[in-house]
């Protein structure tokens, strides 16, 4: 079981979109639809944004976005703001109800 | 709302247990549907998982600790515990309890604040 493979940092400017992928294999990330995001601001607990590829939990804008291709997974978040400078986790169900996080992504907002 | 809180020592010699509780208060614990997990983060390093446990006391373990990890459940407190053995400085880290609403498919949706826990002599 390998973590799940995340770029280290991406960044944009206030009002763009980017975009984190998360790449797995065919026995996490592209054997089921279970992956999920969270974001992380220094000194604080994770915060769940994605869960089950596409879902939003109540509360979080719908800037947030998730989909998946194959083995890969991807967070996207338009119109950025300054608040969501942060690391974001990927996180997938692996099988036998164990689940694998990526390395995590340094999100800048210039 | 739902909350979960860490508690155990900060500090914990090199080759000893790591012991570490966690108490739920605010919400229903006793629902079969939800698991609840450790998850640890090593000084300026990513998430980890460790293990999860149902409320019926199944549990799951990172395949690379397993020999190490014991997580249990005692439903009368509210709580679950996590037991790490034979620890050594690569096990410091600070220590997450959460929630994940199902086995399989949901995410960690409430989480502990963490606590630090140090292995040094």
């Known amino acids: 079981q390998s973590a799940l493979t995340q770029p280290r940092s991406v960044s944009g400017s206030p009002g763009q979109s980017v975009t984190i992928s998360c790449t797995g294999t065919?026995?996490?990330?592209?054997?089921?639809?279970?992956v999920s995001w969270y974001q992380q601001h220094p000194g604080k607990a994770p915060k769940l944004m994605i869960y089950d590829v596409t879902n939003r939990p109540s509360g979080v804008p719908d800037r947030f976005s998730g989909s998946k291709s194959g083995n890969t997974a991807s967070l996207t978040i338009s119109g950025l703001q300054a608040e969501d400078e942060a690391d974001y986790y990927c996180c997938s169900y692996a099988g036998s109800y164990t689940v694998v996080f990526g390395g995590g992504t340094e999100l800048t907002v210039l | 709302q739902l909350q979960l809180q860490e508690s155990g020592p900060g500090l914990v010699k090199p080759s000893e247990t790591l012991s570490l509780t966690c108490t739920v208060s605010?919400?229903?614990?006793?629902?079969?549907?939800?698991?609840w997990g450790w998850i640890r983060q090593p000084p300026g390093k990513g998430l980890e998982w460790i293990g999860s446990?149902?409320?019926?006391?199944?549990?799951s373990y990172n395949p690379s600790l397993k020999s190490r990890v014991t997580i249990s459940v005692d439903t009368s407190k509210n709580q679950f515990s996590l037991k790490l053995s034979s620890v050594t400085a690569a096990d410091t880290a600070v220590y997450y309890c959460a929630r994940r609403e199902g086995g399989k498919s949901g995410g960690f949706d409430y989480w502990g604040q963490g606590t630090l826990v140090a292995v040094s002599s």
């Open positions: 446990i149902s409320y019926s006391g199944s549990t």
């Open positions: 065919s026995s996490d990330v592209g054997g089921y639809n279970y």
């Open positions: 605010g919400g229903s614990f006793s629902s079969g549907s939800y698991y």
